[in-house]
């Protein structure tokens, strides 16, 4: 089991910042890939951005390339997600993910709110 807990959400004018974390516990070994998606409202949840922690290989969604980047520490504990020139259209509900275990087994954290507005 892994337990994942967001932090860093908030309210930001369009044109600024934020910086998400995501602190993984429990069984942080079985862990492959650690990720973030977002859900808008009426929207399907979608993929932001992940890493893989073998080879720290990262994907990013085409809408935030060049704007986003995802890191993570080096204990496999912590992902972070930087968030710069940010957009209304970033607005959105923001969980973390990691795919961990031989079953591929997929992990959600509770979600934190990110809103991008003047």
């Known amino acids: 089991q892994v337990q994942l807990v967001e932090s860093g959400g908030g309210l930001v004018q369009p044109g600024g910042s934020l910086k998400l974390a995501c602190a993984a516990s429990?069984?942080?070994?079985?862990?492959?890939?650690m990720g973030w998606y977002r859900q808008a409202p009426g929207a399907q949840r979608e993929l932001v951005a992940n890493?893989?922690?073998?080879?720290?290989?990262?994907n990013y969604a085409d809408s935030v390339k060049g704007r986003f980047t995802i890191s993570r520490d080096n204990a496999k504990s912590t992902v972070f997600l930087q968030m710069n020139s940010l957009k209304p259209e970033d607005t959105a509900v923001y969980y973390c993910?990691?795919?961990?275990?031989?079953?591929?087994?997929?992990?959600w954290g509770q979600g934190t709110q990110v809103t991008v507005s003047s």
């Open positions: 993910n990691v795919v961990a275990g031989r079953a591929l087994n997929l992990y």
């Open positions: 429990g069984n942080i070994r079985s862990i492959f890939v």
């Open positions: 890493i893989a922690l073998d080879d720290d290989n990262t």
